[in-house]
């Protein structure tokens, strides 16, 4: 990891350096599994505790910036729920997901300049948007699932 007063403001992202870092300084266990090309996984999943770096290497030939936001998006949401456990314990899980998942989306959408995050989902493809305040469009992206054996969801960006 960087050691503090080491990063250069002008490389790279400061909402990654500062998700990194407290995750780093976190007391609690982020437990991530790497697969590659996890036919079952989509990026990442929450309760298998896993992502799927052959997604990530597929997405950052598109957009290296979808790559950064979709790996901040998986640390938050992480973090938000050890917050979420520890200050409401009764929570079900799959509450506890969802409200960290919409904390991780907010923290996502300012690598953009955006505050949240619309997700429109088809068959094969995925549509992200993000929006600021007065809902205007920072960014969007158009994500494909091509399925090359049938088995193997493969996520391309859409130029
Ligand atoms: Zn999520």
Redesign the pocket.
């Known amino acids: 990891m960087v050691a503090e007063g080491k990063r250069d403001p002008k490389v790279g992202s400061s909402v990654a350096a500062d998700v990194m870092t407290r995750a780093v300084e976190s007391k609690d266990t982020i437990k991530i599994n790497l697969v590659n090309n996890d036919p079952y996984v989509d990026f990442d999943s929450?309760f298998k505790e896993r992502v799927d770096v052959g997604d990530l290497d597929s997405v950052a030939q598109g957009s290296p910036e979808l790559r950064a936001a979709i790996v901040v998006?998986v640390i938050e949401?992480n973090i938000q729920a050890n917050t979420i456990k520890r200050e409401q314990p009764g929570l079900d899980p799959m509450a506890r997901f969802n409200l960290a998942?919409d904390r991780?989306?907010s923290t996502e959408a300012t690598m953009f300049g955006a505050v949240s995050r619309q997700e429109f989902t088809g068959k094969n493809s995925i549509f992200l948007r993000f929006v600021d305040g007065q809902q205007n469009v920072k960014k969007e992206f158009t994500v494909n699932f091509e399925t090359p054996d049938a088995l193997t969801r493969t996520p391309r960006v859409v130029p």
Request: charged content about 15%; proline content about 0%.
């Open positions: 929450y998006h949401e998942h991780a989306s």
